[in-house]
């Protein structure tokens, strides 16, 4: 059974860092694309905010872009998002996501929040 933990999440005045981490065990197979979505008081929809793909290929939502880099360690099936310069935009659940074939995997997800 594949899942994924979440870790990194916490409390950071506005200006500061944050480091998520995502491991994911369980599969037999080679994980695809790993990415971060979060999802902001009051909204429904998840949002992407970065994803990377099993080469060097990211993408990244604009509102993060020069702020938040997205790494990843395939020898660890791990998964990572180096949150600088955070706003209080930024506060939201931050889930993890792991497509392996065609399946789509997240993570439990894990606060962040900014404070002015």
């Known amino acids: 059974q594949v899942q994924l933990v979440e870790s990194g999440g916490g409390l950071v005045q506005a200006g500061g860092s944050l480091r998520l981490s995502c491991t994911v065990s369980?599969?037999?197979?080679?994980?695809?694309?790993m990415g971060w979505y979060c999802q902001a008081p009051g909204k429904q929809r998840r949002e992407l905010v970065a994803?990377?793909?099993?080469?060097?290929?990211?993408n990244y939502a604009d509102s993060v872009k020069g702020r938040f880099t997205i790494s990843r360690d395939n020898a660890k099936n791990t998964v990572y998002l180096q949150m600088n310069s955070l706003k209080p935009e930024d506060t939201a659940v931050y889930y993890c996501?792991?497509?392996?074939?065609?399946?789509?995997?997240w993570g439990q997800g894990t606060q962040v929040t900014v404070s002015s």
């Open positions: 994803q990377i793909d099993n080469g060097i290929n990211t």
């Open positions: 996501l792991s497509l392996i074939g065609r399946q789509t995997y």
């Open positions: 369980g599969s037999r197979y080679s994980i695809d694309v």
